[in-house]
Protein backbone atom coordinates (compact mmCIF):
# COMPACT_ATOMS: atom_id res chain seq x y z
CA UNK A 1 0.00 0.00 0.00
CA UNK A 2 1.22 3.34 -1.36
CA UNK A 3 0.96 6.30 1.50
CA UNK A 4 1.38 9.73 -0.08
CA UNK A 5 1.73 13.17 0.74
CA UNK A 6 -2.22 13.98 1.65
CA UNK A 7 -3.15 11.17 3.13
CA UNK A 8 -0.65 11.19 5.46
CA UNK A 9 -1.49 15.29 6.11
CA UNK A 10 -4.72 13.86 6.94
CA UNK A 11 -3.19 11.56 9.71
CA UNK A 12 -0.82 14.09 11.07
CA UNK A 13 -4.07 16.34 11.31
CA UNK A 14 -5.94 13.23 13.00
CA UNK A 15 -2.62 12.75 15.38
CA UNK A 16 -2.56 16.39 16.20
CA UNK A 17 -6.46 16.47 17.17
CA UNK A 18 -5.33 13.94 20.17
CA UNK A 19 -2.23 16.52 20.92
CA UNK A 20 0.38 14.40 18.83
CA UNK A 21 2.62 16.61 16.52
CA UNK A 22 4.20 13.52 13.96
CA UNK A 23 4.67 16.12 11.12
CA UNK A 24 8.82 15.66 11.10
CA UNK A 25 8.83 12.22 11.91
CA UNK A 26 10.06 9.83 9.45
CA UNK A 27 6.93 8.82 7.51
CA UNK A 28 8.10 5.22 6.90
CA UNK A 29 8.33 4.88 10.65
CA UNK A 30 4.80 5.97 10.91
CA UNK A 31 4.03 3.92 7.68
CA UNK A 32 4.73 0.96 9.18
CA UNK A 33 3.04 1.19 12.49
CA UNK A 34 0.09 2.46 10.42
CA UNK A 35 0.05 -0.95 8.32
CA UNK A 36 0.45 -2.97 11.39
CA UNK A 37 -2.51 -1.75 13.00
CA UNK A 38 -4.46 -1.85 10.09
CA UNK A 39 -3.58 -5.67 9.91
CA UNK A 40 -4.86 -6.16 13.27
CA UNK A 41 -8.04 -4.70 12.46
CA UNK A 42 -8.20 -6.25 9.28
CA UNK A 43 -8.63 -2.89 7.38
CA UNK A 44 -6.83 -2.28 3.61
CA UNK A 45 -7.89 1.40 3.38
CA UNK A 46 -5.79 3.87 4.53
CA UNK A 47 -8.81 5.95 4.41
CA UNK A 48 -10.93 3.85 6.19
CA UNK A 49 -8.27 3.59 8.80
CA UNK A 50 -8.32 7.28 9.55
CA UNK A 51 -12.13 7.03 10.23
CA UNK A 52 -11.59 4.77 12.83
CA UNK A 53 -9.24 6.21 14.29
CA UNK A 54 -10.71 9.93 14.06
CA UNK A 55 -13.43 8.52 15.97
CA UNK A 56 -11.99 6.24 18.63
CA UNK A 57 -9.75 7.41 21.45
CA UNK A 58 -9.51 3.80 22.60
CA UNK A 59 -7.85 2.81 18.56
CA UNK A 60 -5.26 6.06 19.06
CA UNK A 61 -4.23 5.08 22.26
CA UNK A 62 -3.18 1.36 20.62
CA UNK A 63 -1.69 3.44 17.97
CA UNK A 64 0.32 5.66 19.94
CA UNK A 65 1.34 1.95 22.33
CA UNK A 66 2.25 0.74 18.53
CA UNK A 67 4.83 3.60 17.88
CA UNK A 68 6.75 3.20 21.51
CA UNK A 69 7.46 6.85 21.28
CA UNK A 70 7.45 6.70 25.16
CA UNK A 71 9.99 3.49 25.53
CA UNK A 72 12.41 3.78 28.49
CA UNK A 73 14.39 2.80 31.70
CA UNK A 74 16.47 3.63 34.31
CA UNK A 75 19.99 3.57 33.69
CA UNK A 76 18.93 2.43 30.19
CA UNK A 77 21.89 1.03 28.71
CA UNK A 78 23.79 1.11 31.94
CA UNK A 79 27.15 1.24 30.55
CA UNK A 80 26.88 4.98 29.11
CA UNK A 81 26.02 5.88 32.32
CA UNK A 82 28.87 3.98 33.60
CA UNK A 83 31.09 5.51 31.31
CA UNK A 84 29.86 9.22 31.99
CA UNK A 85 30.49 8.70 35.52
CA UNK A 86 33.95 7.40 35.43
CA UNK A 87 35.29 9.58 32.55
CA UNK A 88 33.04 12.95 31.92
CA UNK A 89 31.96 13.76 35.35
CA UNK A 90 35.62 14.14 36.49
CA UNK A 91 36.04 16.33 33.47
CA UNK A 92 33.33 18.66 34.17
CA UNK A 93 33.80 19.22 37.61
CA UNK A 94 37.32 19.75 36.75
CA UNK A 95 36.27 22.56 34.66
CA UNK A 96 33.40 23.94 36.16
CA UNK A 97 35.88 27.10 38.26
CA UNK A 98 34.07 29.10 40.27
CA UNK A 99 30.87 28.50 38.89
CA UNK A 100 29.80 25.72 41.27
CA UNK A 101 26.63 24.98 39.39
CA UNK A 102 25.93 22.28 36.97
CA UNK A 103 23.08 22.05 34.23
CA UNK A 104 22.15 19.21 32.37
CA UNK A 105 19.02 18.92 29.84
CA UNK A 106 17.43 15.65 29.98
CA UNK A 107 15.42 16.06 26.41
CA UNK A 108 12.60 14.11 25.37
CA UNK A 109 12.57 12.63 29.18
CA UNK A 110 9.57 10.24 28.40
CA UNK A 111 8.28 9.60 31.94
CA UNK A 112 11.15 10.95 33.76
CA UNK A 113 13.01 7.72 34.44
CA UNK A 114 16.77 9.13 32.34
CA UNK A 115 16.36 13.14 34.34
CA UNK A 116 15.79 10.79 37.56
CA UNK A 117 18.88 8.10 37.11
CA UNK A 118 21.05 11.50 35.81
CA UNK A 119 20.51 12.92 39.24
CA UNK A 120 21.11 9.92 41.27
CA UNK A 121 24.23 9.62 39.38
CA UNK A 122 25.04 13.15 40.41
CA UNK A 123 24.39 12.74 43.85
CA UNK A 124 26.14 9.61 44.09
CA UNK A 125 29.05 11.05 43.08
CA UNK A 126 29.54 14.33 44.47
CA UNK A 127 27.15 13.69 47.41
CA UNK A 128 29.13 15.31 49.95
CA UNK A 129 30.46 18.36 47.75
CA UNK A 130 27.68 20.17 49.26
CA UNK A 131 29.06 23.36 47.75
CA UNK A 132 28.15 21.99 44.10
CA UNK A 133 24.60 22.43 42.75
CA UNK A 134 23.33 20.18 40.21
CA UNK A 135 19.66 21.27 37.99
CA UNK A 136 18.48 18.50 35.42
CA UNK A 137 15.96 20.38 33.25
CA UNK A 138 13.66 17.87 31.78
CA UNK A 139 11.32 18.13 28.47
CA UNK A 140 8.77 15.80 26.80
CA UNK A 141 6.29 17.35 24.25
CA UNK A 142 3.79 14.59 25.80
CA UNK A 143 1.89 16.38 29.16
CA UNK A 144 0.64 12.85 29.95
CA UNK A 145 4.32 11.62 30.43
CA UNK A 146 5.39 14.71 32.38
CA UNK A 147 2.85 14.22 34.72
CA UNK A 148 3.89 10.86 35.77
CA UNK A 149 7.36 11.91 36.04
CA UNK A 150 6.49 14.61 38.20
CA UNK A 151 4.24 12.36 40.23
CA UNK A 152 7.87 10.09 40.32
CA UNK A 153 6.16 6.53 41.50
CA UNK A 154 7.18 4.23 39.61
CA UNK A 155 6.05 0.47 39.31
CA UNK A 156 7.94 -2.52 41.08
CA UNK A 157 8.96 -4.35 37.30
CA UNK A 158 10.84 -0.79 36.81
CA UNK A 159 13.02 -0.51 39.90
CA UNK A 160 13.27 -3.65 40.76
CA UNK A 161 16.30 -5.11 38.87
CA UNK A 162 18.06 -2.51 39.77
CA UNK A 163 21.37 -2.54 42.08
CA UNK A 164 20.21 -2.46 46.21
CA UNK A 165 22.35 0.39 46.71
CA UNK A 166 20.45 2.61 43.92
CA UNK A 167 17.09 1.32 45.26
CA UNK A 168 17.59 1.73 49.17
CA UNK A 169 19.61 5.22 48.20
CA UNK A 170 17.17 6.82 45.91
CA UNK A 171 13.36 5.21 46.13
CA UNK A 172 10.58 4.53 48.66
CA UNK A 173 8.91 1.16 48.86
CA UNK A 174 5.35 1.91 49.02
CA UNK A 175 2.71 -1.01 49.45
CA UNK A 176 -0.80 -0.39 49.09
CA UNK A 177 -4.04 -2.23 50.82
CA UNK A 178 -3.71 -4.52 48.27
CA UNK A 179 -0.27 -5.39 48.09
CA UNK A 180 0.83 -3.82 45.44
CA UNK A 181 3.89 -2.52 45.07
CA UNK A 182 5.28 1.21 44.04
CA UNK A 183 8.65 2.72 44.41
CA UNK A 184 8.54 6.67 44.67
CA UNK A 185 11.63 8.90 44.06
CA UNK A 186 13.06 10.46 47.06
CA UNK A 187 12.25 13.99 47.37
CA UNK A 188 15.93 15.10 47.65
CA UNK A 189 16.60 13.59 43.48
CA UNK A 190 13.16 14.58 43.23
CA UNK A 191 14.39 18.47 43.83
CA UNK A 192 17.25 17.93 41.59
CA UNK A 193 14.81 17.44 38.18
CA UNK A 194 12.32 20.18 36.98
CA UNK A 195 9.73 19.18 34.41
CA UNK A 196 8.48 20.96 31.60
CA UNK A 197 6.37 20.38 28.89
CA UNK A 198 7.40 21.97 25.68
CA UNK A 199 9.08 20.73 22.07
CA UNK A 200 12.87 20.29 21.49
CA UNK A 201 12.15 22.13 18.74
CA UNK A 202 10.49 25.50 20.45
CA UNK A 203 11.99 25.50 23.66
CA UNK A 204 15.18 27.80 24.46
CA UNK A 205 17.84 26.83 26.16
CA UNK A 206 21.10 27.94 27.42
CA UNK A 207 24.50 27.50 29.21
CA UNK A 208 23.91 23.45 29.45
CA UNK A 209 27.25 21.77 30.84
CA UNK A 210 25.34 18.60 29.44
CA UNK A 211 22.63 17.20 26.96
CA UNK A 212 20.62 13.83 27.02
CA UNK A 213 18.94 13.62 23.86
CA UNK A 214 18.34 9.55 23.97
CA UNK A 215 16.03 7.37 21.30
CA UNK A 216 14.76 10.90 20.61
CA UNK A 217 16.38 11.80 16.88
CA UNK A 218 15.90 8.46 15.75
CA UNK A 219 12.14 8.97 14.67
CA UNK A 220 12.99 12.06 13.07
CA UNK A 221 13.47 12.93 9.18
CA UNK A 222 17.38 14.10 8.29
CA UNK A 223 16.49 17.76 8.79
CA UNK A 224 14.55 18.30 11.92
CA UNK A 225 17.77 16.13 13.28
CA UNK A 226 19.90 18.77 11.73
CA UNK A 227 17.86 21.63 13.64
CA UNK A 228 17.72 19.80 16.62
CA UNK A 229 21.83 19.34 16.93
CA UNK A 230 22.58 22.80 15.88
CA UNK A 231 19.98 23.77 19.08
CA UNK A 232 22.19 21.26 21.40
CA UNK A 233 24.75 22.70 20.06
CA UNK A 234 24.29 26.43 21.23
CA UNK A 235 22.53 25.73 23.89
CA UNK A 236 25.78 23.69 25.38
CA UNK A 237 28.67 25.86 26.51
CA UNK A 238 31.91 25.71 25.27
CA UNK A 239 33.28 22.17 25.65
CA UNK A 240 29.84 20.57 26.78
CA UNK A 241 29.21 17.22 26.15
CA UNK A 242 26.36 15.67 24.24
CA UNK A 243 25.10 12.17 25.02
CA UNK A 244 22.98 10.16 22.13
CA UNK A 245 20.74 6.77 22.07
CA UNK A 246 23.37 3.89 20.81
CA UNK A 247 21.36 3.54 17.71
CA UNK A 248 21.90 7.66 16.67
CA UNK A 249 24.78 9.10 15.36
CA UNK A 250 25.13 12.70 14.25
CA UNK A 251 23.53 12.77 10.80
CA UNK A 252 24.71 15.38 8.30
CA UNK A 253 28.06 16.58 7.68
CA UNK A 254 27.23 19.89 8.86
CA UNK A 255 26.70 18.36 12.75
CA UNK A 256 30.27 16.32 12.34
CA UNK A 257 31.61 19.28 12.83
CA UNK A 258 30.37 20.81 15.55
CA UNK A 259 30.65 17.79 17.90
CA UNK A 260 33.94 15.53 18.30
CA UNK A 261 32.89 11.91 18.93
CA UNK A 262 34.70 11.10 22.68
CA UNK A 263 33.17 7.50 22.86
CA UNK A 264 32.19 6.49 19.55
CA UNK A 265 29.88 3.46 21.06
CA UNK A 266 28.48 4.77 23.82
CA UNK A 267 27.97 8.05 21.76
CA UNK A 268 29.04 10.48 24.19
CA UNK A 269 30.57 13.94 21.84
CA UNK A 270 31.77 17.03 23.09
CA UNK A 271 31.58 20.66 21.28
CA UNK A 272 33.88 21.76 19.50
CA UNK A 273 33.91 25.59 20.76
CA UNK A 274 35.05 26.63 17.22
CA UNK A 275 34.18 24.43 14.69
CA UNK A 276 36.98 24.36 11.22
CA UNK A 277 34.62 25.28 8.16
C1 LIG B 1 11.83 6.67 23.21
S1 LIG B 1 11.54 7.99 24.31
C2 LIG B 1 13.16 8.22 24.94
C3 LIG B 1 13.17 8.53 26.42
C4 LIG B 1 14.57 8.66 27.01
N1 LIG B 1 15.28 9.76 26.42
C5 LIG B 1 15.35 7.37 26.84
O1 LIG B 1 16.24 7.29 26.02
O2 LIG B 1 15.03 6.39 27.52
C6 LIG B 1 11.36 9.40 23.21
C7 LIG B 1 10.63 10.56 23.88
O3 LIG B 1 10.92 11.73 23.11
C8 LIG B 1 9.76 12.54 23.13
N2 LIG B 1 9.86 13.49 22.02
C9 LIG B 1 9.82 13.23 20.70
N3 LIG B 1 9.95 14.36 19.99
C10 LIG B 1 10.09 15.36 20.90
C11 LIG B 1 10.26 16.77 20.78
N4 LIG B 1 10.33 17.37 19.59
N5 LIG B 1 10.36 17.51 21.90
C12 LIG B 1 10.30 16.91 23.12
N6 LIG B 1 10.12 15.59 23.28
C13 LIG B 1 10.03 14.82 22.19
C14 LIG B 1 8.63 11.54 23.00
O4 LIG B 1 7.40 12.09 23.43
C15 LIG B 1 9.12 10.41 23.89
O5 LIG B 1 8.65 10.54 25.20
Not at 2 to 13: I, R, S
Not at 154 to 176: C, G, H, M, Q, W
Not at 230 to 254: A, H, I, P
Amino acid sequence: MTLNAEVMGEFNKIFASYGLDLVRYKPAFIKRRLDRRMRILDISEYSQYALVLKNDRKEFEEMFLSLSINVTNFFRDSTVFDRFQLSILPQILSGIGERRKIRVWSAGCASGEEPYSIAMLFKQVIGKMTNLDIEVVANDVNKMAIQFAERGRYPAKSVESLPLNIIENNFRKITDDQNNVEYEVVQSIKDMVTFKSGDILSDTIQSFDVVFCRNVLIYYEKEAQELILTKFYKGLRDSGYLVLGMDETLFGKRCQKLFDPLMARERIYKKISQPNN
